[in-house]
């Protein structure tokens, strides 16, 4: 059962840099996910994020289109079907079937979450002002789930080629950083 | 001793989303370093790298007004240096000094590396059109290095209010993501 995440705590979940899923529904044609590890913070709260979706991807003409998409991060249990849809185009595969994934209904946007993952952010495009020079979005979170029975889980980082760190031991010190 | 990296690898350092150090100098003040989570890889090669640095930061001043920086990785090694820096300001500290780094001289940029780090990327701004709005800079690496006595440094993730997580177990899957 996903539950409310504030937005106020969403880049406690985009900072520390994990591969995400890039979920978009572009009309007429079964909603499409995409790997993605191109993306930052850009501000708090609201929380902006900039990502870049290659132009030659089946996700960006979806992005390009509706100017909506679900962020969603998985969890280590995930990580080969992450690589998998990496590695297929959403132009000849319907990725929630063939993944066995769940589509879920967000709140704010057409395209769907992914019940699977344990954190889904749905976003508006809102500046596409360096999508012609460099393929990158700024997108808005205008809503935020958690799946709190996956509370610990481990994201995994992607380190080129298929060559991934996974979350280890967690280390609190003393910060005055947000 | 720093040897040098291969520009079309500087990805695999950017794109698991550690926490860096950002050194500027600017003229007539001790060089500075502050600790940034806000970043991402924009493009491979030559690699462009977009940052948000906050506009209050003392760092924000050199790099708009020298145009160059180097982003410098620490390791887990280096942890608690790194949140210290990030809990104070370069108006007031020489953080060289202070924290015992060694400012070792680039390249290509004014702006010095730090020894004790694994990983330095000498860079320059290319883009400041997204400054004024999100304090957001595009960089270009022009030069790096690599310490191959660091090889396997494992680096750290910020969560938030000085939590952060270590990289932990390396996977490898099978990928066709570059």
């Known amino acids: 059962m996903l539950?409310?995440?504030?937005?106020?705590?969403?880049?406690?979940?985009?900072?520390?840099?994990?591969?995400?899923?890039?979920?978009?529904?572009?009309?007429?044609?079964?909603?499409?996910?995409m790997t993605m590890s191109w993306?930052?913070?850009?501000?708090?709260?609201?929380?902006?994020?900039a990502?870049?979706?290659?132009?030659g991807n089946h996700s960006f003409a979806a992005l390009t289109k509706t100017k909506e998409c679900v962020?969603?991060?998985?969890?280590?249990d995930l990580a080969e079907v992450t690589t998998a849809i990496g590695n297929c185009t959403g132009r000849t595969?319907?990725?929630?079937?063939?993944?066995h994934l769940t589509a879920a209904a967000g709140n704010e946007?057409?395209?769907?979450?992914?019940?699977e993952c344990f954190v889904n952010l749905?976003?508006?495009?809102?500046?596409?002002?360096?999508v012609k020079k460099y393929n990158m979005f700024v997108l808005e979170c205008v809503a935020a789930w958690i799946n709190p029975a996956k509370a610990?889980?481990?994201?995994?980082?992607?380190?080129?080629?298929?060559?991934f760190s996974v979350d280890g031991e967690i280390i609190k010190l003393k910060s005055k950083m947000r």
Chains 1, 2 share one sequence.
């Open 93 to 99: 595969v319907d990725k929630f079937d063939k993944f």
């Open 152 to 163: 610990k889980a481990k994201t995994i980082h992607h380190r080129g080629y298929g060559e």
């Open 71 to 76: 962020i969603a991060i998985p969890d280590i």
């Open 122 to 130: 749905e976003c508006r495009v809102v500046d596409t002002r360096f």
């Open 3 to 33: 539950k409310n995440l504030p937005l106020e705590k969403v880049y406690q979940f985009i900072e520390p840099g994990p591969v995400v899923l890039l979920t978009t529904a572009a009309p007429e044609a079964p909603p499409d996910i």
């Open 109 to 115: 946007v057409a395209a769907p979450l992914i019940a």
């Open 39 to 49: 993306h930052m913070m850009m501000d708090f709260e609201p929380p902006l994020i």
């Open 51 to 55: 990502c870049v979706v290659s132009g």
